[in-house]
């Protein structure tokens, strides 16, 4: 199957602006402007500015909060200041992590979609906005050559400059992708076991989020792919056992043979109109703008239903075991000599999950006509569907 990241990037050059000196021959010549009350990420955004260019020049740049500014000129705004707020930079209509470079009246102004919520700390899972930060990103990138190979000091590459001038178009930006994400999370990822001490953990982790959100990891729409039916068997199970698999023994319930028929695994019967329907309507109901997504990601398991319907979505794969004609049959035999793997038999399914999200998405059309699916590649129909095409709203996260 194949998988497209969808981005929403705004490159608008405006006007060439005046430049701003923020050092001068090892001395600071600009002072650096924060909210009084200011979000995490504004804070964050500041101080990696800072942090910059007291490498790049050893000059440390003055950081006050806007109520106590007394600079006439060289100021450099970050985020929602009231000073900010004049210049109407219509920055709720940015999209998601977007961003404002604007100079006017001898300042700098860096100005994102910003939100509450922690900036650098565990990045799996985080969806604080970091709008303004990326906008400095943008500056320390383009205009001082600022690159980060690695986390921490070592990794990060900072041209020396004793005079640091800003000559910057105005301009509004995002990242190129709406929703970038690193299992840097977790037990296995970020557990306690070995480290040396709670502190160079802690030091790691953030240094690592830090990295990770230098090169614009966010995730400004909620792209994530879950299993999907994992309560459906206790939701529907008793009044709706269509929705699930038909076993070669001809019942409708989670496979004994994996996970002792663990409920949350159960696999589903992705050919029946009727769960089609259920899922939309589900997602319907509580869909919003910042997860605008129908996730019809099946559970933890390989594609398992053998009823006519999902049977009739399949197209013979030339590397399965038996032949199409004889792949339920085979399945059958499996399944009754207790083998958990009896589901190889039925060969590749892809081309049955790939129509099944484009059923998916024909059925959420009636709600949202630019609706867009999710859905795995895994198990049984990770290869490449062979018949069946794929849209450009279809996202598929292959496992």
Request: proline residues 8%.
């Amino acid at each position: 199957m194949r998988a497209r990241w969808h981005g929403v990037a705004f490159l608008l050059a405006v006007s060439a602006a005046s430049a701003l000196d923020l050092v001068t021959d090892g001395r600071p010549a600009a002072t650096l402007v924060i909210p009084d009350e200011a979000l995490p990420v504004e804070q964050a955004a500041a101080e990696e500015l800072q942090y910059h260019v007291r490498r790049a020049s050893g000059a440390e740049l003055p950081m006050v909060k806007e109520s106590q500014c007394q600079a006439l000129q060289n100021r450099v705004y970050l985020g929602r200041c009231a000073a900010t707020a004049t210049l109407d930079l219509k920055l709720a209509a940015l999209p998601p992590n977007g961003y404002v470079i604007r100079t006017a009246g001898g300042a700098l102004y860096l100005a994102g979609d910003d939100s509450p919520g922690d900036v650098f700390w565990i990045q799996h899972g985080n969806r604080t906005r970091v709008g303004t930060l990326f906008a400095v990103y943008d500056v320390l990138e383009k205009h001082l050559g600022v690159r980060w190979l690695w986390p921490g000091p070592l990794g990060e590459l900072i041209p020396p400059a004793a005079t640091i001038r800003l000559d910057l178009p105005d301009r509004t930006s995002a990242p190129p992708f709406i929703h970038t994400r690193w299992r840097d999370g977790g037990a296995a990822m970020a557990g306690a076991q070995g480290w040396a001490s709670p502190e160079n953990r802690s030091a790691y982790l953030n240094e690592q989020g830090k990295w990770l959100r230098r090169h614009r990891f966010a995730m400004g729409i909620n792209m994530d792919m879950a299993h999907s039916f994992t309560t459906w068997w206790e939701r529907f199970g008793q009044d709706h056992p269509e929705y699930f698999n038909l076993l070669p023994d001809g019942s409708r319930h989670p496979d004994p043979l994996y996970h002792g028929g663990a409920p949350s695994l159960v696999a589903m019967c992705v050919g029946q109109p009727a769960l089609w329907r259920q899922k939309v309507a589900d997602w319907a109901a509580r869909r919003t703008p910042a997860a605008p997504y129908v996730d019809a990601s099946e559970n933890d398991t390989a594609g398992k239903c053998v009823c006519p319907l999902c049977l009739a979505m399949d197209v013979p794969d030339p590397a399965a075991k038996v032949p199409f004609a004889a792949r339920a049959d085979a399945a059958r035999t499996a399944f009754a000599a207790g083998d958990p793997q009896w589901h190889e038999a039925l060969g590749s399914l892809s081309d049955r999950y790939a129509r099944y999200y484009l059923a998916v998405q024909k059925e959420a059309e009636a709600v949202d006509p630019q609706a867009v699916v999710m859905g795995y590649a895994y198990a049984n129909y990770v290869r490449p569907p062979l018949q069946t095409r794929l849209n450009e709203r279809i996202f598929v996260g292959i496992v």
